[in-house]
């Protein structure tokens, strides 16, 4: 059972370079969302969806796209890499909204 | 989103102490969770307290949630080096599900 799974999990781009940083959960959850984590700060919301078929903005959602492929799939988008996004981002799930998330281990993202 | 105030931010403790993290909402909270970030993981979920005056306790961890659904503290009782970690307090936006993420307490303990 490996619940939220991320790849991949370390990343260099440069600038201006496209990417796609994929997520699966195997938990038939409903809920999913990304996440970036700065150092020495909490998580910030990117992108949720509620449900298969439904996505929304976060908190910080400038600069990134987002693809329910399906229930189990949930895909984070970065089509112009800038070196702000250097992050360490993850992926999370739970069964409906509101629920307790589970985490994937993250993807650490350097853009040079 | 109105964030949750985590203080301290930083506590250094020596193995066998206590500690206490505190978080404070200017907004009453429908619920709040407490999750465990150790250094370069994950966050992990610990507990979630929905009702006025909760308490709940898992091992050596206590978990209140104030009266008034402004304030939750989570206490732990003789650390252990086990329980180095980012610990923190996450508050619901509304019907949403977006979780607000409080700064969060760095816990050191000293062996």
């Known amino acids: 059972n490996a619940g939220v799974t991320q790849t991949p999990k370390f990343q260099v781009l440069k600038t201006g370079q496209s990417m796609t940083l994929q997520c699966a959960q195997d938990?038939?959850?409903?809920?999913m969302y990304w996440y970036r984590q700065d150092p020495g700060m909490g998580l910030r919301l990117i992108y949720y969806s509620a449900s298969e078929g439904t996505t929304d903005k976060g908190e910080v959602p400038n600069g990134y796209n987002v693809s329910r492929l399906n229930k189990r799939e949930f895909s984070l988008r970065l089509e112009s890499a800038a070196p702000s996004q250097t992050s360490v981002y993850f992926c999370?799930?739970?069964?409906?909204?509101?629920?307790?998330?589970?985490f994937g281990d993250g993807t650490r993202l350097s853009i040079l | 989103g109105q964030q949750v105030m985590q203080i301290p931010q930083y506590q250094h403790v020596q193995e066998g102490e206590d500690f206490t993290t505190y978080c404070n909402s200017s907004t009453t909270l429908s619920n709040i969770q407490w999750y465990k970030q150790r250094p370069g993981g994950h966050p992990v979920f610990l507990i979630q307290?929905?009702?006025?005056?909760e308490v709940k306790k898992q091992k050596r961890l206590t978990f209140q949630f104030g009266e008034a659904k402004k304030n939750s503290s989570l206490h732990i009782t003789a650390t252990q080096t086990t329980d180095v970690g980012t610990y923190f307090c996450?508050?619901?936006?509304?019907?949403?599900?977006?979780?607000?993420f409080g700064q969060g307490t760095t816990l050191q303990v000293k062996p």
């Open positions: 938990m038939n959850h409903n809920s």
């Open positions: 996450v508050r619901s936006s509304g019907n949403t599900g977006k979780l607000i």
């Open positions: 307290l929905v009702k006025s005056g």
């Open positions: 999370a799930s739970s069964q409906i909204s509101n629920q307790p998330q589970h």
